[in-house]
């Protein structure tokens, strides 16, 4: 019995042709407008100054009274990224449902607007601008980090509601059902464990950001390798990078294993 043709090639459409040619334009183009000084980079005095600018890092302060303030300041880390997180996971549902368009078309462009706001500025800058109403402190970092996210996770969420289907609430609505019961067990229970993952991938994100976010004055080990660095104390600034590694590395694991768990 002889095999079948395979079926011809579908046609490539202009269209196609012309995005492909302006991507490689635009990577031509940036690579031509930067001035990337490769040669310079990768010099002998180049490579002899970062030898010893990474020679001050060794050996790391590993005195107990040093490792208790890191300790602490991690802490300080892991609870600004979890708070944050739980306060965007409550946001960005409450403009989820918005933006699936359950509550009418006019609230839907609202919502999808303001997730767009939301998301669109960083978290550097609304710890900037939030310093300013908050103070210097983790409470600025953990409301940063809730507004970002609460952009990002609503846009996620909303997706995920507009894309459930629909004939099991419809189902539970024609027998009647309240609209709020039908869609809190026919379309949450669909959505749920996609949520649930999106949480913690933005969670991992957000251990990162919360790091990161210390450098303007917000906190956690982030404001402590600030601290250092401007006082040029490397070995100090390399037990905070170890103890940032460390922390990223546990909450990457643990939200894998959940992640695996959920999907089980």
Do not use: C
């Amino acid at each position: 019995m002889s095999a079948r043709p395979l079926p011809p090639a579908p046609p490539r459409r202009v269209s196609t042709w012309l995005l492909a040619g302006a991507i490689v334009a635009l990577v031509v183009a940036s690579f031509a407008s930067l001035q990337l000084q490769w040669s310079a980079f990768f010099s002998p005095d180049a490579l002899a100054v970062t030898t010893e600018f990474l020679a001050g890092f060794t050996p790391p302060e590993t005195s107990p009274a040093f490792l208790r303030k890191t300790a602490l300041a991690a802490a300080e880390t892991l609870s600004m990224s979890a708070i944050g997180t739980l306060l965007a996971v409550a946001g960005g549902m409450a403009l989820a449902i918005a933006g699936a368009g359950r509550l009418g078309k006019v609230q839907r462009v609202l919502a999808r607007g303001l997730l767009n706001v939301l998301r669109s500025i960083p978290e550097l800058v609304w710890a900037s601008l939030l310093l300013v109403a908050a103070g210097l402190g983790p409470f600025a970092g953990t409301l940063a980090l809730a507004a970002h996210t609460s952009g990002v996770l609503g846009r996620l969420f909303a997706d995920a509601l507009e894309n459930a289907d629909p004939h099991p609430e419809a189902t539970l609505l024609t027998n009647g059902a309240a609209p709020a019961a039908a869609f809190l067990y026919a379309t949450m229970p669909q959505t749920l464990p996609q949520m649930l993952s999106y949480t913690l991938y933005r969670w991992e994100n957000n251990i990162r950001a919360a790091a990161v976010l210390g450098v303007v004055g917000a906190g956690g080990l982030g404001q402590m390798l600030k601290f250092h660095l401007s006082l040029f104390q490397m070995q100090n600034a390399a037990t905070v990078i170890i103890a940032m590694l460390l922390l990223v590395a546990l909450v990457d694991a643990a939200s894998f294993a959940l992640r695996r768990a959920l999907t089980r």
